[in-house]
């Protein structure tokens, strides 16, 4: 079966700190991967995409960049936090048109 | 932009009673999805419309969708303490992009 995780859980950084996210799939090969953003009582915004290694497609200009270095792991990143990065991030796979999501990073910017 | 806008925002009712959830879209789609959120959790998805059909049901879920009318409801029948959580649709957003678009969630608290 597929699983799909992200790490870490919650994390603290302070304004202008570097941050690396990560996000790695179990039980597929070659998934189209999401990385999605949602603010405090906000729907879900879609960050980056990617559908095959070193493929990356943003959707919204930002401080965020995305990686995918190997075929399972997408990897989000940022050079400088601002205040606004706050949020949570969640990372999610997709097979056909359903999407399956991870746990997700809670990350506070102070 | 946002594709879905869901409401109420936020619906609190009793056990046992039928919960009613509405979603309104703005471009046309393929399908339609809803998904569940519990608090602080990663989102599990719960069922697919497809443009071609006006109803589905999945256990006690039932979704509508009126695609002349760009809206879609989903009904949780005789909900339990556990069906409290956010309550997300969204549907693929189109272009170039490959993501879903979400609409802001209605949050659903069932009272004991």
């Known amino acids: 079966s597929q699983t799909i995780h992200q790490w870490p859980a919650t994390l603290v950084q302070p304004v202008g700190s570097p941050l690396s996210l990560e996000c790695t799939v179990e039980?597929?090969?070659?998934?189209?991967l999401y990385w999605y953003r949602q603010a405090a009582g906000r729907g879900l915004q879609l960050l980056f995409y990617?559908?095959?290694?070193?493929?990356i497609s943003s959707e919204v200009p930002q401080n965020l960049s995305a990686s995918r270095p190997q075929d399972r792991q997408f990897i989000l990143s940022s050079k400088k936090l601002l205040l606004s990065d706050s949020g949570f991030y969640l990372c999610?796979?997709?097979?056909?048109?359903?999407?399956?999501f991870g746990p997700g990073t809670r990350l506070t910017v102070l | 932009s946002q594709q879905g806008e869901e409401d109420p925002q936020a619906l609190s009712i009793q056990e046992g009673e039928n919960a009613t959830m509405n979603c309104s879209y703005k471009?046309?789609?393929?399908?339609l999805q809803w998904y569940r959120q519990n608090s602080g959790r990663g989102l599990v998805h719960l069922i697919l419309?497809?443009?071609?059909?006006r109803e589905k049901h999945s256990g006690r879920l039932r979704v509508t969708l009126d695609t002349s009318k760009k809206s879609s409801s989903l009904l949780i029948t005789a909900s339990r303490a556990a069906d409290t959580a956010s309550y997300f649709c969204?549907?693929?957003?189109?272009?170039?992009?490959?993501?879903?678009?979400f609409g802001k969630g209605t949050h659903l608290i069932i009272q004991p």
């Open positions: 999610a796979w997709k097979r056909v048109r359903e999407q399956f």
């Open positions: 039980g597929t090969s070659n998934p189209n």
């Open positions: 990617s559908v095959g290694i070193g493929q």
């Open positions: 471009t046309s789609i393929n399908n």
């Open positions: 419309i497809r443009s071609n059909e």
């Open positions: 969204a549907a693929y957003s189109g272009g170039g992009a490959d993501g879903l678009t």
